[in-house]
């Protein structure tokens, strides 16, 4: 087992770090795609040589965890196995193969001056990711960052501190075999917590910061940052059946919305179903729950046709379970709902199931989420689903970048002019 | 002479206005393009028939600045007069011709599982403009605001309040003839400086705010503010001059680039040329800087081809004059030329001067600067040349968006998806 590294001035150890990743970020934002795709295949190459030395290196945070108490959901996360590294590896294969958004011009067009304007696509500069103890997140999110020719400091949880660094090791030497600077993806190598308050108040060496973790993570985060975060506080995600839905397909995606899994944030927590529709609706959806073992509570209606389940607080309309519990209520119409949404809703993913045109064109305006659909699942909400081919995280921020966020969440644009001489008059 | 609103409690009238300005948003968000035009056609009217009014409220203005000592540019800041009235409208009826951002959907594409995503443009919701004494900014941002379907609080420089009541009048007028909610746009009505500290903090009902004015204005808000702030700090904008460069075009673009305005963000306030190319390009140069009265002050190898110019000292390279002042510093070549903007550079607006096709492209690729040109003056860096239509302010910052932004940066995006039933499997 590894000591940890001494650090004896947090402030100036991460200041060195911002330092280097600003340096290494002019020379990344300026690197080929050919040399940032032989970086990430190198790195999936030197993750799989390194399999014995990770799952070793892994077993020191294990065992730690297990003397430290951790539970068994916070140790399967923290584990790393032959085909968890494998999926490491592939992630930053199928990274390469994404195509590059750095230097994309668009909308490249002569004005009346005679100029022609344009945008082109270029990278944000140095990202810091701030993750919880799942070391397959360092792998990803350092590939994603490279990618989009970024610099990248990762500070993940210290009970991973070994998998990462481990990981780290395989990093270098991928850059170092791509002729890039090993600054391009640094480490926190300390697991001081106040290395987290330097990152995220550093705004002369990093440009965003991204939490990937819980929520309290994240908020905490978001209170103290100086530099501007992308964030997603939690999904309290709706499906709406609607009174001219399908019955078939509001059964199918109302019962995939919330069992497909528990634990992640697109998984619906509360459904409202149409005064209308409800005695036709809730019963054999009831029944398919309860096989599950799915615990629902429901409003004083759906109480009417679901008698034995239990009733829904004021509390449950807020409440994000993670968890097989649902929460159900029964409205008038569309109006109701839009106003359940907006109120009770954490602008994640809703969705609405009906047949009707003019309802579904009203729901995808004013529902007011990063991701609103019609006769779909809310598990749709995922970067590979809807084609981005990875994700660093889900926002739910209004500004810069809204839903699943991708690659071209982590660039930006700037204008090009491109003229002959020409000037103001 | 109209007295100031007492408010008594600067904390409470703000969360209302607040609170009034999300329950507005929620319409004008979802509000019919027609409606939104109608509005401000009318506020345009509004304000040519209230002209006399303006004229002598605004003089109550310039008296009181007269009296408290404000400059003479301040002065004509303030003045309302009636070329300018009829500009404000004006400005109100090209926003209104302006193709309406909100609700275009992007990118609708199929994905493998069977459910379409694409990207449909939505209003960010609240937003808080805070400015100095230009009343015609009030109408200008209202109208930016209400057309990209947000709400607007507008808190304007003490020194225009009656103007800008008065003018809040003409809004108020317009939006009723609409059918919209009076809170659409909300002109703060105290001059109370404590309403700027309230307006910044308001997380829950603003969603981000815009400073428009001097850099200690932005500078303060930016450093206070808990709501993302789309800000400009500064332009220190470079033309480099190339030894491949078009001797005439060098001229025309370098003299313009100062010349043309001194007072603006984008105007150049540092020239680099190459030391191949500066011994043709200065002599002219120098002629006609200085036959306009601009004060030139170079570098040790500028001073041995002009003589008779002031040396430059390293403060000068970090300096944005807004004046006819200019420094100048010869380079070795584009490698110095980008280190020096990317060192000195506020990351506004740059551009290179040359015939060369490969320095021209690293020159656009390598530059980090929200606006990089060819051959075209600093000076385009501008909402309307950029055919955005109009500008609410110049964006250094690299989230959301940089350059210049028009209605589309008062905008998000959020993913629709669409399916007959689609689950996750």
């Known amino acids: 087992m590894t000591t940890a590294t001494p650090v004896i001035d947090i402030h100036e150890y991460m200041l060195g770090l911002g330092r280097q990743a600003r340096a290494a970020s002019r020379r990344i934002s300026c690197a080929e795609t050919a040399t940032k795709n032989q970086a990430l295949t190198a790195i999936a190459a030197a993750i799989e040589t390194a399999q014995p030395r990770l799952i070793e290196e892994n077993r020191n945070d294990m065992e730690a965890g297990a003397a430290q108490g951790l539970d068994a959901a916070l140790l399967d996360r923290l584990e790393l196995n032959p085909a968890r590294i494998q999926a490491m590896a592939e992630g930053l294969r199928e990274i390469a193969a994404l195509p590059d958004p750095v230097g994309e011009i668009s909308e490249l067009r002569y004005r009346p001056s005679g100029i022609q304007v344009g945008k082109m696509r270029v990278p944000l500069g140095v990202i810091g990711i701030i993750y919880e103890s799942r070391p397959n997140v360092t792998a990803d999110a350092a590939g994603l960052c490279l990618k989009a020719g970024n610099a990248a400091i990762l500070r993940g949880g210290s009970e991973a501190i070994h998998s990462n660094r481990a990981i780290a090791v395989c990093i270098q030497d991928g850059l170092r075999q791509a002729g890039l600077p090993g600054a391009c993806v640094q480490v926190v190598e300390t697991t001081d917590r106040a290395a987290v308050g330097e990152l995220i108040r550093m705004q002369e060496y990093v440009d965003v910061i991204v939490p990937r973790g819980g929520k309290d993570l994240i908020a905490r985060i978001s209170a103290e940052a100086k530099v501007p975060v992308i964030k997603h506080l939690h999904g309290i995600c709706h499906v709406y059946i609607d009174d001219r839905a399908d019955i078939d397909k509001a059964i199918k995606v109302a019962y995939n919305a919330k069992t497909h899994r528990y634990g992640v944030c697109n998984a619906m927590e509360t459904l409202l179903v149409a005064a209308g529709i409800a005695e036709r609706v809730l019963p054999p959806l009831a029944v398919m729950y309860q096989e599950k073992g799915v615990e629902l509570r429901g409003c004083g209606q759906t109480r009417d046709i679901l008698a034995d389940i239990k009733g829904a607080t004021l509390e449950d309309w807020d409440t994000e379970y993670l968890a097989p519990i649902l929460s159900i209520r029964i409205v008038d119409d569309l109006d109701q709902a839009i106003d359940h949404i907006n109120i009770h809703g954490s602008q994640h993913t809703d969705a609405i199931v009906t047949e009707d045109y003019s309802r579904a064109r ?38 810069h970048v809204r839903g699943p966020v991708g690659l071209e969440g982590l660039t930006t644009q700037k204008f090009v002019v491109l003229g002959d001489g020409h000037i103001r008059v």
Chains 1, 2 share one sequence.
């Open 362 to 399: 009203r729901f995808l305006r004013e529902v007011d989420s990063s991701s609103v659909m019609v006769n779909a699942s809310t598990r749709f909400a995922d970067g590979f689903e809807y084609g981005l081919g990875a994700e660093i995280g889900i926002s739910t921020d209004k500004l």
